[in-house]
């Protein structure tokens, strides 16, 4: 008897914390019914992370950025930052042991990709794409996202960008 009551209410209990939904259709048009939902991103929806910099992930590989960049224009060794820098037209990839240290766009590309969403080169138009910086440098304003980091580095004549890198602030 106890077991046939808690079997009952727990039938009759909604989980708890969970939503319940309950859809009555005909049985003529059960066969028929089609659901679709479509996702429609907010325009300009601040990243949550710093996947990617123009395509470059800092958890590429050498032979990633290879796939994804092709053969660079150039490959320099960087004494002082103990990196090797693989230079295309307007990014240089910046590598030790084989991993992406950082990314670093020129300002002539003009736009910057972060993760998926191209955004222009333009202080006002980055500051509201990323959010706002969560400090200003002497040099430039740094976005923080977890322990990654893009920051704007901004000529300070003309307050325009000078470049711009992407890192892991834990390597510097």
Known sequence: MMKTLLLAAGLLTPFSGQDTVQQTVSPQTAGHM???????????????????LN??????TRADVLKKLGKPLRVKKDM??????????????????????Y??????AG????????????????DQALGGSQFTAEDGEV?????RAIKVF?????????????????EW
């Open 143 to 147: 976005y923080v996202r977890g322990q």
């Open 103 to 108: 990314v670093h766009v020129d300002p002539a």
């Open 111 to 126: 736009r910057i990709k972060v993760n998926d969403e191209w955004l222009p080169l333009q202080r006002k138009t980055l």
């Open 34 to 52: 089609v659901r679709t939902v479509q996702t429609i991103p907010a325009p300009h929806a601040v990243p949550a992370d710093f996947h990617t």
């Open 55 to 60: 395509g470059i992930s800092l958890d590429d």
């Open 80 to 101: 002082l930052l103990l990196s090797t820098e693989y230079q295309y037209p307007d990014v240089v990839v910046g590598m030790r042991d084989d991993v992406v240290s």
């Open 154 to 170: 901004m000529d300070e004549t003309s307050d325009k960008p000078k470049y711009v890198e992407f890192f892991d602030e834990t």
